[in-house]
Every structure is written in C-alpha cells, then in structure tokens.
C-alpha cells in the first residue's frame, strides 16, 4: 500500500463526510496493517504527536475563549467600539473588524469568534440596512484575525511541530492580524463612502465613559497574556493558564459565571480539545508514513529542479497551501504540511517564522472556501442561513484577504520585524 493509496483513502473519506481524525487514521493503520508494522508502533508514532508541553496551552487557550463567550466580554467590546466608531460611515463595518480583534486576544481560532461575534453583529448590521450578504460576509472574514493574532492556537501547533519559538512566533503573527484587519477595513471604507444612509450616530453623553468603563477589564487580557509571552515572564502554556484565571475573575465579577455555566464551559472546551488531540495524533501517524515513503524528498526535489527562486517556491506554496485548506481541516493540513514543506522552505532560505505565518494565513483562507469552510457553516448555523449565500458574502472579502498574504510573501520583513527588535 503507497502512500498515494493513503492519500486517495483519506479524500475519499472526507467526501463522505467522515470525521477528519478518522478519516486520517483509518487509511493510515490499514497502511501500517499491509506493511507488517506493529500497532504498537501506530499508538507509540500517534501518541508522540500529542505529548509536548506546548501543547498544553492549546486546551488552556480555548478555555479562556470560551469563557469569555459565555461571560458576555464579547458584547462589551461591542458596545464599546460602537460608541467609539459610531459617528463614521459605515460604522458598524468598522465595528465588526474591531470587535474581532478585540476578542481575538483571546479566543485563539476563527470559530470560536464567529461563533460569538456573527450570531450578534450580523443582526445588528441587517437592523442599521447593510446588506445581510455584506454582513455574513465580512463577519466570516474578521474571524480570520483570531487564528493569526496571538494567542493563536494554529501558532501553538506549528510552533510544536516545526520546533521554533513559540514566543517568536507570537511576536511575528501581530502585523500580519492588523495588516489582515486594515485590509478589510480599506474594503469597508470603498464600499461605505457612497452610501451616505449608513453614517453613524454621536454617542450621548456620559456613554463612551460607560462603555469604556465595562470594557476596561477585557482590555487587561492582551496585556496579561502577550505582554507575560513578550517580556519573558511567562510561557505560552503558563500565560494561558493565567489568562484562564484572569478571564474566570472577570466572569464572576460580572455575574455571569457560576457553577452550572463551569459545567457547561468544561464539556464545551473538552470536545473542542479532544477532536484537535485526534485530529494532531491520527495527522502525527501519517506524516510517520509520508517520511516512511520519502514524500518529502521526492518534493524536494520537483521543486528545486523546477525553480531556484525562493519567492517563486513561495508562490507554489500558496497556491497549494489555498487548495489543501479548502479540503482539510486547518489543525490537520498544518501537522501533515509543515514536516513536508518547512525542510524544502529552508532550502530555499526562507525563515521558518515567516513560513509558518505565511501557513498559517493560507490555511486560514481555507476556512472561507467550500467544500470543508468551516467559517461558513459556523456563521450559517448560528445565523440560519444556506453556505451558499454565506460564500456569496465572503467571496469579495477573499480580495483584500489574498492581497495581505501576497504582501507577506514577498516582504518577509513585516512578519519578522516584531521578533527580531525584541531578540526572540
């Protein structure tokens, strides 16, 4: 059995719709069946993808997120960019892209913000007459801020996986995620300046001092877990056990954590946790085969014969990087591709910092693309609208999202700037 036919089993299983970690697994273990490797091997190979300690910051990582959904800090950062921006065309656009930020410090994936963010600002935006394609589909594009803003739980399993700082890269995700950002908010500005019906209104007086004062305490979160990450003072998996502590404050503070809302925050963070811990050892099994089968030679060296040009190789990536997320789940394509792809990176010269935030956007694009779009089912569901109408919405926001990447590729210095002025 090659490792072709394992490919091929794992698409076909993905067409049907099986869970990726079994869809992973299954082709894998038959391949180590016919090929009278022992199952020992399978779990020991599978197991070893899991046990990191730097991996222990993705669990901690989406139980502040997911605490800080169900403490309402999402709607305070709401609030408060809306009093904020509120005065200026096509305000609540603005206001979409900078609740995703605000929140991104700590949620750490896309779906866990538009899970939060869509179900609220989509209504709101339909309310104030934008369309409800343009909502859907700048909601799904803002979410993608949270997988590259640290803390980024992609960035924790390609920190783990391809063995560089996780700190570093950290540091190198924060322009990318403002530039990702910016970019939208451009888009926002070209397509508000004509509709002059969608100009905000001032806030009254004394609200901005009340926004403000509700959002102070979700304000201390980034400062806690990047500037701990940043300045040294913690590690990753030590800042998020204190962002979970910081966030748990707050919740009860605010009154609205208690016992029974824990129980349900636990089950919700132990599934999400569980099925990314398949997904990375089932994906640890087959990089094992890929190596076995010297996949990453046989690249390497179709791509060094077809070019010597780094940001040509970079470009390839891309394209493939755009077509695999689209298929594959982002946790997945990143511990399968990263083993394949980084060695051939370094090859070329390329920084294994920037490559890993060029894969992380990539991948993150993926989110937004049929058939697998995460993205697109979880603002569908939680908006009960088709995936088709959602893409329709997003598929103007995939232009300022591929020009951002395009920027990153060709100018490595934006995303290595932060680390290398904080001598990470």
């Not at 091929?8 to 992973?24: E, K, N, Q, W």
């Not at 888009?187 to 070209?190: G, T």
């Not at 599934?271 to 076995?292: D, E, F, H, K, N």
């Given at each position: 059995m090659s490792a072709g036919l394992v490919i091929?089993?794992?698409?076909?299983?993905?067409?049907?719709?099986?869970?990726?970690?079994?869809?992973?697994l299954g082709p894998s273990v038959l391949y180590m069946i016919s090929t009278d490797q022992s199952t020992g091997l399978s779990l020991r190979t599978a197991a070893q993808e899991v046990n990191s300690f730097p991996l222990l910051a993705v669990p901690l990582f989406i139980l502040v997120g997911v605490i800080a959904n169900h403490t309402g800090i999402a709607d305070r950062i709401f609030a408060f960019a809306q009093v904020l921006l509120g005065r200026v065309r096509g305000s609540l656009g603005y206001v979409n892209i900078g609740v995703s930020v605000g929140f991104?410090?700590?949620?750490?994936?896309?779906?866990?913000?538009?899970?939060?963010?869509?179900?609220m600002q989509v209504p709101a935006m339909t309310r104030r007459g934008y369309p409800?394609?343009?909502?859907?589909?700048?909601?799904?594009?803002?979410?993608?801020?949270?997988?590259?803003m640290p803390p980024s739980i992609p960035a924790i399993i390609y920190a783990s996986v391809a063995a560089v700082s996780t700190a570093a890269l950290f540091a190198a995700a924060v322009v990318p995620a403002f530039l990702i950002a910016g970019g939208l908010a451009v888009?926002?500005?070209?397509w508000a300046r004509r509709k002059p019906d969608l100009a905000g209104h001032r806030a009254a007086p004394g609200e901005f001092r009340t926004a403000f004062l509700q959002v102070l305490g979700p304000l201390g979160a980034p400062a806690i877990l990047l500037g701990g990450i940043l300045s040294g003072l913690f590690t990753p998996t030590e800042a998020a056990a204190v962002g979970v502590a910081y966030v748990a404050v707050l919740g009860f503070?605010?009154?609205?954590?208690?016992?029974?809302?824990?129980?349900?925050i636990v089950v919700d963070?132990?599934?999400?946790?569980?099925?990314?811990?398949?997904?990375?050892?089932?994906?640890?099994?087959?990089?094992?085969?890929?190596?076995?089968?010297r996949v990453p030679q046989d690249i390497a060296s179709f791509l060094l014969d077809f070019t010597d040009?780094?940001?040509v190789f970079l470009l390839l990536v891309n394209i493939a990087l755009i077509l695999i997320g689209t298929v594959l789940e982002p946790i997945a394509a990143l511990v399968?591709?990263?083993?394949?792809?980084?060695?051939?990176?370094?090859?070329?010269g390329v920084d294994p910092v920037h490559f890993g935030i060029i894969t992380i956007v990539n991948l993150m694009i993926g989110l937004l693309t049929p058939p697998i779009g995460g993205v697109l089912f979880v603002l569908g569901s939680a908006t009960r609208t088709p995936m088709h109408e959602v893409f329709r919405g997003t598929a103007p926001f995939m232009i300022p999202l591929l020009l951002v990447l395009a920027l990153l590729t060709v100018a490595p210095d934006l995303v290595l700037f932060l680390p290398n002025m904080l001598g990470l």
């Open positions: 091929l089993g794992i698409i076909l299983l993905l067409a049907l719709r099986v869970p990726v970690g079994f869809a992973i991104s410090w700590m949620s750490g994936t896309a779906l866990a913000d538009v899970a939060a963010l869509g179900k409800r394609r343009f909502a859907l589909g700048l909601s799904a594009a803002s979410s993608l801020i949270s997988p590259v888009a926002v500005y070209v503070c605010y009154r609205r954590l208690n016992l029974r809302a824990l129980g349900r963070t132990a599934t999400t946790a569980a099925s990314i811990a398949v997904i990375l050892a089932a994906s640890g099994l087959l990089g094992w085969i890929l190596a076995r089968e040009n780094p940001i399968i591709t990263v083993p394949v792809l980084l060695p051939i990176a370094v090859q070329f």
